[in-house]
């Protein structure tokens, strides 16, 4: 293929890689405006864009490799970045200035940036090549691994660093029974001592894992078919294995700049000088392929984003440089909270250690500091919880001793050390350097006044996630300082939140609204009417708490009916002409064609629309408010009941076929969602709930984007939360895995009541997860490990409702007294709204919607007013 | 059967609506609930939504909700707002004042109001 030579005016850079590291470059080049002057070429290897390596195994626990992306929507095209994939550099002449691909194009460069990354080591041992043998770096790799394990029973990592851990999480999250094998005599050894060492290898041995730790791999041996079946050691003992991973390391990828004589270290790795330059002027290197210029190659991000911002700063003529990293690093392996930062081996002279160990509980923490009480750095284990503030903190005196700083909460510790005391010049982010000044800026300059705002303000928090919860509360700290004052109340009537509305019906067991607003409504409100908001929310704590608190479970009772928004009112939706719409229960989505022939019927003799919802039920719209009734009274008739279709309550539960039908599914999820549907059925709660269940991994019914969606697997289910659709969509997140039924109904029992209990108004379980204190991990260890002691009692609360539960129309049908509401007027109940009309369309009906002249409305007829 | 909010010595009460010079009986009162309306249907085809709030004072305004041009107000929600009564028009949630008819969210839009009373 010809060479394309660059033109005179437009400076071309080529970019060998598209890792996480390359992809900060191009971005850190749009910024600067240097993809408008010059043409930016991108040579990737992979099939794919760059995507977020470090978090690889959140394969396993429901995430996509489009959802592991790095590359926002149309990044490329909209800065004229040309990105060719699945085509790596062959060669480079920096003679001629040119890159060969292997698919054969030959790029002209006036800037070459490599940014190639690194290759997993695999130790030099007999069989390492055998079938079964694996290692762990791309989605590729992790596909291969998760193909191979269906037919697997036992798998063993080479490796007990940070990459190896990870990798035996994801052979646990495949179902083996997973053995790691470490040469050194701890786990990680680089990132903590023996005493951190201690603390993981027993947490993680109590997953069920099995460590062997001080032995090497000598051989990988295999079967007759040449696949692997197992493993020699160095203590003599054999490993009986059917998948290995090597996860012993990596090394710089630094042979294309070798081949084109470009200088690398001994030890591997592409020399670059203080703005990563190479040897050759027009050729940088970043990222893991580089030796920087402390003589150090960085294995971590972070440093990598540095060498991309300084590349990108020379490009643009600003001065930046790189001269060695912070390599702290906070990590979640296996569950467990591992972080290191600063000096944490305690390498400089006349350092002291300050340590905390309960190997009981797995924790473990050490902090290092010198003579004078500066803390030079420290290890965490188990319990990271305060690593932003004490890596912030590095460096400088803390304001309180160091012993407290490393006692648990309630061991006689103060409360914990705030990001208030950290200094304005403290790196809060450290993926994207962003200081705690910065981030008060962004709040008190740039009027952000949440966590998202200020994400995106100052891209703080949006690297690893590490920082997010140091971050809300820098962001609180800082509105409360500048006296923004909110007022947290629900509404005019009531200055408390939703949650402590609850507590106090709860706790009080008030069973009527005017008795609450009253006694505990806002002095002005107090003997009124209430308003809109309060209403609504009062009976919907009313109606999750009925059977509990002794009122009606029946939310048309007495002054409950007062209290419903017009949809409970009249158990129906509103449309736009004042009809109504009806959705009768299907659960699970299973119906008879008996039941369907019933649901034609009725619509055809009331002239109904009707539509598919996507719910998995069907929808009959047109309905005047006094046809209510009559239609009710035949689908309940034929064994119908309320979809609460009306309600901030459940409204369906979604399944695919499963186990029963589809030759894929793993369990007979039908069932499962008719079961949850019915158990929840009618569960009044702060917003509507969706959920759906799957068969199996392919997931058909869209359970990540439920409230609660449940997934099976072969040994049972795994249950999703906090997702949502609509017009701020969120994928759920993994609360539990392979549980039983009895297991999964449980945790879904008192994830809805905790839910139930501490959101606000309208809150969807999505943003609730989101902006609750401490998020996922927390609702877990509420409701998983039972943390605040309140599991029995959830349970409690949902056994009554399930208990309590009865069918609204079937119980308004039975009462005159309830039917009288559904007259059209009360002094002509014969005679329909003339008002409600219909016209044709599409071979069905569609509002005949009145013409509409608000300003004008009824000026005419004021001489009839009083 | 379960408890209603009328008390037996209330059941003869009408509420009756005036038009022009005339008062129209619409229903007896005990057909109210505290906080919800009910429709009627006047003689010129007009409908008037009517209320009564938790002290048992009836209102009522015209029943088309401006913003729509449904006739739902009286499935509204009552409320007050300093003191005085409103009704949340149960699509889009404008509040009407039920003494006057005008819309408290936007100061150029009023419904008809109605003087009513117990007889």
């Known amino acids: 293929m010809a060479a394309m030579s660059p033109s005179a005016t437009t400076p071309t850079i080529v970019v060998v890689g598209h890792g996480m590291v390359g992809q900060r470059f191009l971005e850190a080049l749009a910024e600067r405006g240097v993809t408008e002057r010059a043409r930016v070429v991108v040579l990737c290897e992979e099939p794919r864009p760059a995507y977020d390596r470090v978090r690889l195994t959140s394969y396993f626990s429901g995430n996509t490799p489009d959802d592991l992306s790095m590359v926002e929507d149309g990044f490329m095209e909209k800065h004229g970045i040309e990105l060719h994939l699945d085509d790596p550099a062959e060669r480079i002449d920096t003679a001629a200035r040119t890159v060969t691909s292997r698919a054969g194009l030959t790029l002209s460069y006036d800037t070459l940036v490599l940014a190639t990354g690194s290759y997993p080591f695999v130790p030099p041992v007999p069989g390492k090549d055998a079938e079964g043998c694996f290692v762990y770096r791309t989605i590729e790799d992790l596909l291969a691994i ?63 894992l099995t460590v062997h730790t001080g032995v090497g791999t000598q051989e990988v041996t295999a079967g007759e078919d040449g696949t692997v079946n197992g493993m020699a050691l160095s203590d003599g003992s054999a490993l009986q294995a059917d998948l290995v991973v090597f996860s012993a390391g990596v090394r710089p990828r630094d042979q294309l700049a070798r081949e084109a004589g470009l200088a690398v270290g001994e030890r591997g790795g592409i020399v670059v000088d203080e703005q990563c330059r190479t040897s050759d002027p027009a050729v940088f290197a970043i990222g893991e392929c580089a030796l920087a210029s402390d003589g150090r190659v960085y294995g971590l991000v972070a440093p990598g984003y540095e060498m991309a911002e300084a590349v990108a700063a020379a490009l643009n003529g600003e001065t930046q440089t790189f001269t060695g990293a912070d390599t702290s690093t906070k990590l979640k392996l296996l569950g467990v909270d591992v972080a290191s930062f600063g000096d944490a081996h305690g390498a400089a002279d006349g350092c002291l250690d300050v340590v905390y160990s309960d190997s009981r509980a797995g924790v473990y923490k050490k902090l290092v500091v010198d003579g004078e009480g500066t803390l030079l750095g420290g290890i965490l284990v188990g319990d990271a919880e305060s690593y932003g503030t004490l890596r912030a903190l590095t460096g400088s005196v803390p304001p309180i001793s160091p012993e407290q700083l490393v006692l648990p909460a309630g061991a006689g510790a103060p409360v914990a050390l705030g990001p208030a005391a950290l200094p304005d010049e403290a790196v809060i982010c450290s993926c994207h350097n962003v200081t705690k000044g910065t981030i008060r800026g962004a709040v008190t300059d740039h009027q952000c006044t949440t966590v998202p705002e200020v994400k995106k303000c100052t891209k703080a928090g949006t690297g690893c996630g590490s920082c997010v919860k140091v971050l809300g509360q820098l962001v609180n700290a800082e509105l409360e300082a500048s006296g923004v004052e909110v007022d947290k109340g629900l509404c005019g009537c009531f200055g408390q939140t939703r949650q402590e509305l609850y507590e106090i019906v709860r706790a009080l067991r008030i069973t009527s609204y005017q008795q609450l607003l009253d006694a505990h409504g806002r002095e002005a409100a107090r003997g009124g009417d209430g308003c809109e908001i309060c209403k609504p929310t009062v009976g919907s704590i009313i109606a999750s708490l009925a059977p509990t608190i002794g009122a009606s479970g029946y939310v048309l009772e007495g002054e409950q009916a007062a209290l419903q928004d017009t949809n409970d009112h009249f158990l129906a939706n509103m449309q736009k002409n004042g009809s109504y719409s009806i959705v009768p229960r299907i659960p699970g989505g299973e119906i008879t064609p008996e039941k369907l022939i019933i649901i034609g019927e009725v619509a055809r003799d009331f002239g109904l629309y009707t539509k598919i919802t996507g719910g998995q039920r069907i929808d009959m719209f047109g309905a005047r408010v006094d046809q209510l009734p009559q239609i009710w009274a035949r689908l309940v008739d034929a064994g ?17 076929v499963g186990q029963t039908w589809c030759r894929y599914g793993v369990q007979d999820s039908v069932r499962m969602a008719i079961d949850l549907e019915l158990r929840y059925r009618g569960l009044r709660s702060p917003h509507k709930l969706k959920s759906a269940v799957s068969g199996c991994q392919r997931e058909c019914a869209e359970a990540q984007s439920k409230d609660f969606g449940v997934i099976a697997t072969a040994n049972g289910w795994n249950l999703y939360v906090g997702g949502n659709g609509g017009a701020t969509p969120r994928h759920a997140d993994l609360l539990a895995q392979d549980l039983s039924d009895a297991e999964l109904v449980r ?38 490990n039972d943390s605040l002691g309140i599991c029995a009692e959830l349970e409690s609360l949902m056994a009554d409702h399930v208990a309590g539960y009865r069918d609204e129309w079937a119980e308004t049908l039975n009462d005159p007294e309830r039917l009288l509401r559904f007259e059209s007027f009360v002094n002509a109940p014969d005679v329909p709204d003339p008002t409600v009309k219909f016209v044709p369309e599409r071979d069905q009906v569609k509002p005949d919607l009145p013409l509409l002249s608000i300003r004008s409305f009824d000026q005419t007829l004021e001489g009839a007013a009083r | 059967m379960t408890a209603t909010t009328l008390a037996p010595a209330t059941t003869d009460v009408q509420i009756q609506l005036r038009l022009g010079d005339d008062w129209a009986a619409l229903c007896p009162l005990s057909r109210l609930t505290p906080g919800r309306g009910v429709a009627a249907l006047l003689p010129d085809g007009r409908q008037a ?71």
């Open chain 1, 146 to 208: 998760e193909e191979y394990a269906k037919t697997a029973r036992v798998g063993a990592v080479v490796g007990g660093g940070l990459l190896g851990l990870e990798a035996a999480g994801a052979l646990k999250g495949l179902g083996l029974e997973t053995h790691i094998v470490e040469f050194a005599p701890r786990l990680m050894p680089v990132q903590v001592d023996e005493g951190g060492g201690a603390a993981l290898l027993r947490t993680i041995e109590d997953m069920g």
């Open chain 1, 640 to 656: 119908f009941e309320s979809g609460h279709a009306y309600g901030k309550a459940l409204r369906t539960v979604k399944s695919c």
């Open chain 1, 747 to 784: 945790l879904i029992d008192r994830f809805l009541m905790f839910y139930i209990r501490t959101a606000d108004r309208l809150e969807r379980t999505s943003t609730w997860l989101e902006r609750i204190e401490g998020g996922l991990e927390h609702v877990r260890d509420v409701v998983v």
């Open chain 2, 49 to 119: 939504a009517v209320f009564l709030d938790r002290e048992g004072r009836p209102y009522a305004i015209d029943n088309c909700d401006p913003f729509s041009g449904a006739r739902v107000l009286a499935r509204g929600l009552v409320g007050s707002a300093a003191g005085r009564p409103f009704v949340a028009s149960p699509l889009l949630k404008q509040r009407f004042d039920l003494e006057t008819g005008r819309c408290l969210d936007d100061d150029s839009v009023s419904v008809t109001a109605y003087e009513v009373r117990l007889r």
